[in-house]
């Protein structure tokens, strides 16, 4: 069956710090993944998506950026982030064949 | 683009009916979801239609209208554990094969009252 993992599942960072968080896939091969973002009390933002290794769409201009070393790995990273970047960031795969988009348990993300 | 609408909250009596209504807009329609989130965790999946009709869980049943871009998400027998936001998404094949987006709504936050 398929899983998906995402680390860590809560992160508080000061202002000005690097970002890096990393999600898995087990199960299944070339899939697509993507990241979104959830602030407070809003919804699901589509931040990037990835067709295969190396390839990466964004779709919110921001200071982060995502990166796909591997099959199955897609990580979301930023340099300096920002108190505007605080939210929940889902990892998630799905196919046009998929019934259910699956997603990993969150990152809570506090910056201070 | 994509554009999804559903109501911002609804409140319901415990053991009663609720219907969330959900109307989408886009040009490469590829299936509608509905998922429950509760406050701080991962959205879990509730139900998925691409055709037309009503498709049955339990006491959670959705119903797809390609035709006038239009879905509902029906909860019966309300228990106080439904408490939570209900998201409706859009699954879009664009830029060619293989490349898919599925696109939220904001969510019905759904409160269920003794």
């Known amino acids: 069956s398929q899983t998906i993992h995402q680390w860590p599942a809560t992160l508080v960072q000061p202002v000005g710090s690097p970002l890096s968080l990393e999600c898995t896939v087990e199960?299944?091969?070339?899939?697509?993944l993507y990241w979104y973002r959830q602030a407070a009390g809003r919804g699901l933002q589509l931040l990037f998506y990835?067709?295969?290794?190396?390839?990466i769409s964004s779709e919110v201009p921001q200071n982060l950026s995502a990166s796909r070393p591997q099959d199955r790995q897609f990580i979301l990273s930023s340099k300096k982030l920002l108190l505007s970047d605080s939210g929940f960031y889902l990892c998630a795969w799905f196919t046009g064949l998929n019934t259910e988009a699956f997603f990993g348990q969150g990152t809570r993300l506090t910056v201070v | 683009g994509q554009n999804i609408d559903q109501p911002t909250e609804m409140t319901a009596t415990e053991g009663a009916i609720v219907q969330i209504n959900c109307t989408y807009q886009?040009?490469?329609?590829?299936?509608l979801f509905w998922y429950q989130q509760h406050a701080g965790e991962a959205p879990t999946f509730l139900s998925y239609n691409v055709l037309d009709g009503l498709e049955e869980k339990g006491r959670f049943s959705s119903f797809l209208s390609r035709s006038k871009g239009y879905s509902y998400l029906l909860l019966k027998e309300l228990q106080m554990k439904d408490s939570a936001s209900y998201l409706c998404a859009v699954r879009d094949e664009y830029s060619g094969a293989g490349s898919y987006q599925l696109t939220f709504g904001k969510g019905t936050k759904l409160s269920v009252i003794p």
């Open positions: 199960g299944t091969s070339n899939p697509n």
């Open positions: 886009t040009s490469g329609f590829n299936g």
């Open positions: 990835s067709v295969g290794i190396g390839q």
